[in-house]
């Protein structure tokens, strides 16, 4: 039986009840999404969109705010974000004039920008952007087009620079030989890399992989790793340790499980699997994080039954992957007619896993939060509301990372309505804080 156990939260700001936040722009398109990057010196930069198209960079604290597209075209359309140090990088997407991949750099810590660079204008690249960079100015961007090449309409390219953005290499399809791929799913450790992606072969489709070892110069071999049902979506990868994981959302017998691969000589061999207690379950988002002890967390959405709403739960492995225990629903609530969904999770020292959830138990959307000192046996007796429960519509981006900690601080970045017009209606970005009270179980 779940043991569970109350802690009591200590926030920054003077609501006895609820954590610290404030407003970071009231001019904001939801549409747009909003991605976050914390720099080496602790400080939290966004990107976003605002109502009219532009595209801005921000340090939260108060830093200023520069407009990336200023004098180009203003619309919607992906972006990728990565902070190095002093030297902020932006990738966007102009679909007007030829579906056109850019790129424009800070390099003295978001107080000026240099000219944009132009790195695709033949592939059509689309919104889906990953971007990662390291200390030795080296920068891969790894973007989904629609430009035919072959049978397939829909293939990955991947571009470098190794100058910190001044000019960048040609760039390359990476999932030539397969059909139809999406979600670009890229990481990078130094000058290694690590694509993954659902890709479709002879009638079939693959999740498969990819290596770069020098910095994206040059690629192993495609690796497929598990055949899937097709179109496999959320795809999470991880490095724990010396174990490079992966996991995704996939169909076996026609129920939605999660599929998982480790490989622990850096991607040269694979093992894969079906996390078998997923199996059956309507699984509508799903996270992963992990310790620097060998534990991994899963953390998704979902439901059994049509009827069913969605509950939030964790899925925790004590051995890196080996072992797993049974899902367990984190929301304590005891009524079935509302949902909660997209969980956010991360991990700190001693045990510590924190997860944030959009809850619907006050009809308005709410973040929710739980917390496990003891890597995730036992969590607190109470889901704890970080905003005042039923006076707002709040939610996050479910595909960002906006759940950080610092220190001892966590923070959340959230949209907020303006009012109850939630379809269309105008939203504010905040950011809540909040810290965790010393002391063990009570």
């Given amino acids: 039986m779940i043991k569970i156990f109350s802690m009591v939260l200590l926030f920054v700001m003077a609501s006895p009840l609820w954590a610290g936040e404030r407003i970071l722009t009231t001019d904001f398109d939801r549409f747009g999404g909003i991605h976050t990057k914390v720099d080496d010196k602790g400080n939290i930069w966004t990107a976003f969109y605002d109502s009219k198209g532009d595209i801005h960079i921000r340090e939260v604290s108060g ?28 990738v966007w997407r102009e679909k007007i004039g030829g579906k056109k991949l850019w790129l424009r750099a800070s390099y003295d810590g978001g107080k000026t920008l240099n000219e944009p660079v132009l790195l695709d204008d033949r592939n059509a690249s689309l919104p889906s952007i990953k971007i990662s960079s390291n200390a030795k100015g080296d920068i891969f961007v790894l973007y989904l087009g629609e430009a035919i090449a072959g049978d397939s309409k829909y293939n990955l390219y991947f571009t470098a620079s190794h100058d910190f953005g001044k000019t960048f290499s040609e760039s390359q399809n990476l999932t030539r030989g397969y059909q139809n791929s999406i979600y670009p799913v890229f990481f990078a450790e130094g000058e290694r890399g690590y694509m993954f992606s659902d890709s479709g072969k002879d009638g079939k489709r693959f999740m498969i992989f990819r290596r770069s070892g020098d910095g994206g110069r040059t690629w192993g071999e495609p690796v497929e790793l598990r055949e899937t049902a097709g179109a496999a979506v959320f795809i999470e990868p991880i490095r724990a340790g010396k174990r490079l994981h992966v996991f995704w959302l996939d169909r076996v017998n026609d129920e939605q499980c999660v599929g998982a691969a480790f490989s622990d000589d850096d991607g040269q061999t694979w093992k894969s699997r079906i996390l ?42 004590g051995d890196n992957g080996d072992t797993w225990e049974k899902p367990l629903m984190l929301r304590q609530y005891p009524f ?79 949209y907020r309505f303006k009012d109850d017009r939630i379809s269309a209606g105008e939203v504010d970005i905040i950011l809540i804080d909040f810290k965790l009270q010393k002391g063990g179980v009570q």
């Fill in 63 to 90: 830093g200023g705010d520069l407009v990336v597209n200023e004098g180009r075209e203003r619309a919607p359309g992906g972006i990728g974000f990565d902070v190095q140090g002093n030297n902020i990088y932006v």
């Fill in 276 to 317: 078998d207690d997923t199996r059956g379950l309507d699984i509508g988002l799903l996270r992963v994080t992990n310790d620097s002890e060998g534990h991994v967390y899963l953390a998704f959405s979902a439901k059994r039954e049509d009827k069913e709403k969605r509950k939030v739960f964790v899925m925790s492995s």
């Fill in 336 to 414: 079935l007619k509302t949902q909660a969904m997209n969980p956010h999770i991360i991990t700190a020292e001693k045990g510590v896993v924190v997860v944030v959830w959009v809850d619907y138990r006050n009809i308005r959307s709410n973040l929710y939060m739980q917390v496990s000192k003891d890597y995730g046996k036992t969590w607190q007796e109470k889901d704890i509301p970080l905003e005042e429960p039923g006076r707002f519509n709040t939610a996050h981006y479910p595909l960002t990372e906006s759940l950080l900690r610092i220190g001892d601080t966590y923070y959340e970045l959230a």
